[in-house]
Every structure is written in C-alpha cells, then in structure tokens.
C-alpha cells in the first residue's frame, strides 16, 4: 500500500472525490486486517533519511524495539501526520534476524533505537488506527545508491515467507509501503498524473502476473529514476510478491488520483 504522505490530511475531506478509491482501498485492506486476525506485523518501508542516512546505510535493517515511537516533527508540521507508538516484537526480530548467528541468506543490520517516519506511519494509521498489535519494521534501502538489486528484494520476500513460519510466533501479516512511478522535487511533482504511466503499467503486471523474472530484469535502477526520482521503493512491492508464493492475489492494481497512481496489492488464502 501506498505512504504519500499529503494523503492523511487530505483523506479528512470528505469532498475531494478523485481520493475516493483511495480512501476506500485504506478501509478494505484495514477488513482484511481484522479478519485475519494476526498476531504481529512485519512492515517492509524505505526509511527517508530519517532513522538511516548515507553515514550508516545498511541495506536492510530489521528493528528489535519493544516500544517504536512514529513520526517526526516535521512531519507533523507539514502534513498532520500524529505521533504515536507501538509495541514492537523482539522475540519475532531476532528470529529473523537468524538468532545468535545472522542468518546465512542476509547480513542484515539492526537497530534498538529507531524512530518510524512516514513511510511506516500512513500505513499503520489506516490500518491499525488503535495500535493495537506488536510491528517489527525492516528498513530497506530503496533511497541511497548504490542500492540493493530488485533480486535482492525478491530474495528477502521468499526469506520472510520461510522465516516467519519457522519462527512459530503466531499469525503474522506483512504489510508492504511503496510506490509505483513517484517524483518529489522534480518537475513532474503534483502534476495530478503518473510521471511515466509505461512503467506503472508494466510494474502493476509484474506483481499481478507474479512475474518475478521480468520485475528482475526490468526494474533497474535507471528504469525506476527515468519514472521518477523516488519509484525506486517500487522494489518494496517486490518483498511482498515474493513472500505471498502460493497464495491468491485478491487485490492488484495503481489506482488513479492526484497523486498519480498508489499502489494496492493485497495476496490471501482466501
């Protein structure tokens, strides 16, 4: 699901209808939540400069707080977006962070110290508006060049898939922030439309067809800045993909708005 941050304010107005498939999207997928009634939340997000910086970039980081804080000030400022906390789940992150000895599939860095900026914060808010079940975030570094491959994404979605079940901590949901062609302080920013509307397309087939070769090959990183300074956390959709092997896709597509189009993807059981 989507995390452009102007969206909590402006889903408060009851009149601004393009969002309207939005909003409703945010409703379903908080249904959906509820009724699979997990018991923890692995968030996949790109950090942005915030709780990561280019003087410590790991590729992936997996947060083991047992309590999280959310949002920064700024982000309050600018866009609304309230603070709040939520529990983590330590015993779940140093399961998949591979226990005493880091797991052999990722090398991955961790933190017990972290705040969670937006990218987590929309998210949760229209999902768990209570903040009511323990998150474990993972850090992804969809921001930095250089950047982890688009396999490398996919690899950590078949990971999550394996390891959480291994790790035998009740239902757990992953909840996925990205998006699909995106531009932020470019001249294609807030122009209503989709800055590469090509790519968008391709990239919502990927996911719906579950082409992971293709997302591979063609998800490169000058592909993604030709879309658009930011698409590069499109890669995050590619954990989820990846992670729902052998489950149903019950919602795929980038719905159209001023913002141009927000990704929703939902994979179940039923």
Known sequence: MPHTPLLWREL????????????????????????????AVVMVASDHFRATSTAAMPAF????TAVTPATFSNEVRAFDIPQFQVQGDPKLARALLGGRSLTTEFDFGYSDEIRLDHAFAIPLLYLRPDHDLPVVPIFTNATAPPMPVAQRFIELGTYLNRAIDNAGDGRVVIVVSAHLAFEIGGPRQFSGLSPDPEFDREAVRWLVERDLEGAAA????????????????????????????????????????????????????A
């Open 12 to 39: 408060q107005a009851q009149h601004l209808a393009d969002l309207a498939p939005v909003s409703a999207h945010f409703a379903d997928f908080r249904a959906r939540i509820e009724a699979l009634r997990p018991d």
């Open 61 to 64: 980081m997996i947060g083991k």
């Open 218 to 269: 063609g998800a490169t990183f000058d592909r993604m800045l030709q879309a658009g300074n930011v698409t590069h956390q499109y890669l995050n959709l590619l954990v989820a993909c990846a992670a729902a092997e052998g489950l149903m896709l019950q919602v795929g597509e980038g719905t159209a708005c001023r913002h141009g189009n927000e990704p929703f993807f939902a994979w179940s059981s």
